[in-house]
């Protein structure tokens, strides 16, 4: 037998409405670089799943290149706490 | 009325395109106010967020290069290599972007919790101790939401890409993974800001030949 009761005390594992997923899906979206250069027309949610996927993997490529670089520059200077500190201050 | 909220969201867009880290001003911002800490894209937009990770990523940059504590570091400092180290700065940005979250979000506890299981794998392996098994929690939570065999795939590929989201149900991945892009976005403007930094700085030390400490 089915309690509908169920429904209030969980967190919201089951019982999601496909709105709630589409518009979770439109935020998405929202995130994407492509949808800042269109207008916001709503792309299938697999495709947004699809972009969500490859951006991500970009993001984190770019990471790693900026590690690398970080790790040269790092290699090549020695930083006292006060050049940290300067070098703080530069960032802020 | 409408003229006047549509042109000061254009100028907020505006703001936030220019690569601007200043919080959204105007009426929009206030008039989200309570649910401005909620959305992931303006949260990670905030100067100050951006200048504590900023700070928090160079103290641990630093302790890469000197390799002191982490076995990571230490593990990498023995290659000798800028491979591993280029690695150890990823991880420790990485940690430094999980801290900055703090603790809301599945991401950044896993990425915390990865480190952590490491380090004592390490600390036990130099005590010589029987390794225990990291717990693991077997269950995988029913109801996904409704989806089909496409959407499930790309789903799980999703799951692989953030952290600790292998087995949340779809909506909260997919409310993970805007927090994580929004994240992510931050933490490459903050490394690209301190790369730039360095660059400069390491340029003007060398070509002026003494260690100048007047910034230009």
Same mark, same amino acid.
């Given at each position: 037998?089915?309690?509908?009761?169920?429904?209030?005390?969980?967190?919201?594992?089951?019982?999601?409405?496909?709105?709630?997923?589409?518009?979770?899906?439109?935020?998405?979206?929202?995130?994407?670089?492509?949808?800042?250069?269109?207008?916001?027309?709503?792309?299938?949610?697999?495709?947004?799943?699809?972009?969500?996927?490859?951006?991500?993997?970009?993001?984190?490529?770019?990471?790693?290149?900026?590690?690398?670089?970080?790790?040269?520059?790092?290699?090549?200077?020695?930083?006292?706490?006060?050049?940290?500190?300067?070098?703080?201050?530069?960032?802020? | 009325?409408?003229?006047?909220?549509?042109?000061?969201?254009?100028?907020? +867009?505006?703001?936030?395109?220019?690569?601007?880290?200043?919080?959204?001003?105007?009426?929009?911002?206030?008039?989200?106010?309570?649910?401005?800490?909620?959305?992931?894209?303006?949260?990670?937009?905030?100067?100050?967020?951006?200048?504590?990770?900023?700070?928090?990523?160079?103290?641990?940059?630093?302790?890469?290069?000197?390799?002191?504590?982490?076995?990571?570091?230490?593990?990498?400092?023995?290659?000798?290599?800028?491979?591993?180290?280029?690695?150890?700065?990823?991880?420790?940005?990485?940690?430094?972007?999980?801290?900055?979250?703090?603790?809301?979000?599945?991401?950044?506890?896993?990425?915390?919790?990865?480190?952590?299981?490491?380090?004592?794998?390490?600390?036990?392996?130099?005590?010589?101790?029987?390794?225990?098994?990291?717990?693991?929690?077997?269950?995988?939570?029913?109801?996904?939401?409704?989806?089909?065999?496409?959407?499930?795939?790309?789903?799980?590929?999703?799951?692989?890409?953030?952290?600790?989201?292998?087995?949340?149900?779809?909506?909260?991945?997919?409310?993970?993974?805007?927090?994580?892009?929004?994240?992510?976005?931050?933490? +490459?403007?903050?490394?690209?800001?301190?790369?730039?930094?360095?660059?400069?700085?390491?340029?003007?030390?060398?070509?002026?030949?003494?260690?100048?400490?007047?910034?230009?």
């Amino acid at each position: 037998m089915s309690s509908r009761r169920s429904r209030s005390r969980q967190s919201g594992s089951s019982r999601i409405t496909d709105e709630q997923i589409s518009d979770l899906v439109s935020k998405l979206q929202d995130l994407l670089p492509e949808a800042r250069l269109r207008s916001n027309d709503r792309m299938p949610s697999s495709r947004v799943l699809q972009e969500t996927c490859n951006y991500i993997r970009s993001l984190h490529r770019e990471v790693d290149d900026l590690s690398e670089r970080l790790s040269e520059l790092l290699a090549t200077s020695d930083m006292s706490s006060a050049q940290a500190a300067i070098i703080r201050s530069l960032l802020m | 009325m409408a003229s006047t909220s549509s042109q000061a969201e254009a100028a907020a +867009v505006e703001e936030r395109e220019s690569g601007g880290k200043r919080k959204r001003g105007g009426a929009t911002g206030e008039a989200e106010g309570l649910g401005e800490e909620a959305q992931p894209s303006s949260k990670w937009r905030r100067r100050r967020v951006h200048e504590i990770y900023s700070s928090k990523l160079l103290d641990a940059i630093r302790l890469v290069r000197s390799g002191s504590g982490l076995p990571a570091s230490a593990a990498a400092a023995a290659a000798a290599d800028t491979q591993p180290r280029s690695r150890a700065v990823r991880e420790a940005a990485d940690r430094a972007l999980a801290v900055s979250a703090r603790g809301r979000t599945h991401w950044s506890r896993a990425i915390l919790a990865s480190h952590h299981r490491r380090l004592q794998a390490a600390r036990r392996a130099r005590l010589r101790e029987p390794a225990s098994p990291p717990p693991r929690r077997p269950t995988s939570p029913p109801g996904k939401g409704p989806k089909t065999p496409a959407l499930a795939r790309k789903a799980k590929v999703l799951g692989r890409l953030v952290p600790g989201c292998r087995r949340l149900p779809f909506p909260a991945l997919l409310a993970e993974a805007s927090d994580y892009i929004a994240a992510l976005e931050m933490q +490459v403007r903050a490394m690209t800001a301190l790369a730039d930094v360095l660059s400069t700085v390491s340029a003007s030390t060398s070509s002026s030949g003494a260690a100048s400490s007047s910034p230009a």
